[in-house]
C-alpha cells in the first residue's frame, strides 16, 4: 500500500503593524483595516508608539484579536529596555545595525529634535524584540511610525512600507518624503491629491497606490426612513433644526469659523449644535460660542464610541464639517465621518478642502463652501429651512457611498501589496 503525501498547510502572512497610538477613538479607519486584514488571514501583530488615552474604545476593537506590544513611549521611562535591545542589536545585527545607525545620524543633522532620538531608540526596540518569522512591517503615518518602522526594518534587513493620511504627508519635510518614498517597497494613501503629491516626489511612482479606506457597511445600520421624520425647517421652536458635527477640537476642522457662522444665521432660525469629539482647542472654542452668545444652542458630548455616534448621526437633520488648512500645513485627507454621515443619509455640509471634493460634488452630494464663515452661514440657512434639499443631497451621498466607496476594492488592493512587498 502506497501513501500519499498531505499537502502541507500554507503558513498565514506575518504582517507586523505599526501605529503612533492604539487603540483610539479618533482612528476608526485603521481599525477598519485591521479588522478587515485579520479576516483575510493575515497574521496581525501591533505595535504602538503610544499607549491609549481615550476612556472610551470601539466595538471594533474588541473583535481584532492581534497581539498589542507598546514601545517606550519616552526613552526615561523604560531605559533598561532600551539598553538590552541595544546589546542584543550588537550580538544579532552588527552590520544593520551600523549602517542604520550613519542614516539615523543623517537624519539627526537635518532634524535636531528629541523627537528623532526617540524614535531610534523605539527602533532598536521594535527591530530587538520582533519574532524572526515576520518578513515585513507596514506603518500608518508617513511621520513618525514611518520612521520608527523604516528604522527597524533597516536593522533587521527585512521590507517595509507605509499607509499615508493627511497631516503625515503635508507636515514632512520633502526630505525626508523623498527618502522614505525610495525606501518602501509600496505606499498607499487614501486621497488622490495625496497620492499625486506623493507620486510626484518618489523616484518610482507605481510604488503609490491610491487606496481609498471606503466604509465597511455591515457595520452600519440601514438608514432611516428620512421621508418619515419631522420636516423641521426652524420656523418654530418645535421645529428646530438639529446639526451634527462630529471631529477633534484641533484648527483643521475650522470649528471657530463654524461657530462665528452659527452667530449670523437669522435670528428666526431656530436650530441646535450636537458636537461629538474633544481636543486641544476645547476650552477656547467653549468660550468662543459663550461670547458669540450661542452656548445655550450648542451640546458639547465629548467623545463618543461609534454606536453613540451612529445614533446621533440616525437623529440629525444634517452634518457638518468645515475643514480647513491649518498654520502649519495640516489637514483633512477625506474624513470617514463625511462617508458615515452618507451611511445615514444624512446631508452634508463642509468645505472644498483637500480630498473632500472627492467624496462630494457641490450641489450633488452635499453642499462645499470655501471655509469662511459668511459662506458656512449662507449654506446652513439654506439647509435648515429646505427639508426637501436635504432628502435630496442625503439620498445622493448614499448612493455615492454604497457604488464607489465600500471598502471591500480597498482591501484586495492592500492585500496583494502586501503579499508582494512581503514574498
Not at 503593524?17 to 485603521?30: A, C, D, N
Not at 484579536?65 to 539598553?83: G, I, K, Q, S
Request: proline content about 6%.
Amino acid at each position: 500500500m502506497v501513501s500519499q503525501a498531505v499537502p502541507s498547510k500554507i503558513a498565514p502572512l506575518k504582517i507586523a503593524v505599526v501605529v503612533k497610538g492604539y487603540p483610539r477613538l479618533s482612528e476608526t479607519f485603521i481599525a477598519q483595516e485591521l479588522l478587515a486584514l485579520q479576516q483575510r488571514g493575515i497574521d496581525l501583530a501591533i505595535w504602538s508608539l503610544r499607549h491609549p488615552t481615550d476612556s472610551r474604545r470601539h466595538a471594533m476593537h474588541d473583535r481584532i484579536t492581534a497581539p498589542v506590544h507598546y514601545l517606550p513611549e519616552y526613552l526615561r521611562d523604560e531605559p533598561a529596555r532600551v539598553l538590552r535591545a541595544l546589546g542584543r542589536l550588537i550580538l544579532g545585527h552588527p552590520a544593520g545595525l551600523a549602517r542604520t545607525t550613519a542614516a539615523w545620524l543623517r537624519d539627526l543633522r537635518r532634524d535636531r529634535t528629541t523627537n528623532r532620538g526617540r524614535r531610534f531608540g523605539q527602533a532598536l526596540v521594535l527591530a530587538a524584540e520582533l519574532p524572526a518569522d515576520v518578513p515585513f512591517l507596514y506603518t500608518h503615518f508617513l511621520h513618525t511610525p514611518a520612521s520608527v518602522g523604516r528604522y527597524a526594518a533597516a536593522i533587521r534587513g527585512i521590507g517595509w512600507g507605509f499607509s499615508a493620511h493627511a497631516k503625515d504627508i503635508w507636515t514632512t519635510p520633502e526630505w525626508e518624503k523623498r527618502e522614505k518614498l525610495a525606501d518602501a517597497r509600496f505606499g498607499a494613501t487614501c486621497t488622490a491629491v495625496g497620492a499625486a503629491h506623493l507620486r510626484g516626489l518618489a523616484a518610482d511612482p507605481n510604488r503609490i497606490d491610491l487606496v481609498y479606506h471606503g466604509l465597511d457597511l455591515s457595520r452600519f445600520p440601514a438608514p432611516p426612513d428620512r421621508t418619515d421624520a419631522p420636516a423641521r425647517d426652524g420656523s418654530a421652536p418645535t421645529l428646530a433644526v438639529e446639526i451634527l458635527s462630529v471631529g477633534r477640537l484641533v484648527e483643521k476642522k475650522g470649528y471657530d469659523r463654524l461657530l462665528d457662522a452659527l452667530a449670523m444665521l437669522p435670528d428666526g432660525l431656530h436650530w441646535r449644535l450636537v458636537h461629538i469629539g474633544s481636543g486641544d482647542l476645547k476650552q477656547s472654542l467653549r468660550a468662543q460660542a459663550e461670547q458669540l452668545g450661542l452656548s445655550e444652542r450648542i451640546e458639547w458630548r465629548g467623545a463618543q464610541d461609534q454606536a453613540t455616534v451612529i445614533q446621533a448621526l440616525r437623529h440629525a437633520d444634517l452634518f457638518v464639517l468645515t475643514s480647513v488648512v491649518a498654520g502649519d500645513g495640516d489637514r483633512d485627507g477625506l474624513p470617514n465621518v463625511l462617508m458615515e454621515a452618507a451611511s445615514q443619509r444624512l446631508a452634508i455640509l463642509s468645505t472644498a478642502v483637500s480630498a473632500i471634493p472627492e467624496f462630494i460634488t457641490d450641489g450633488t452630494h452635499g453642499l462645499l463652501t470655501d471655509g469662511s464663515p459668511p459662506a458656512i452661514a449662507t449654506a446652513l440657512e439654506r439647509l435648515a429651512t429646505d427639508p426637501a434639499l436635504r432628502l435630496r443631497l442625503g439620498e445622493a451621498a448614499h448612493g455615492r457611498l454604497r457604488a464607489e466607496f465600500g471598502m471591500t476594492a480597498g482591501i484586495d488592493r492592500l492585500v496583494r501589496r502586501l503579499e508582494e512587498a512581503a514574498a
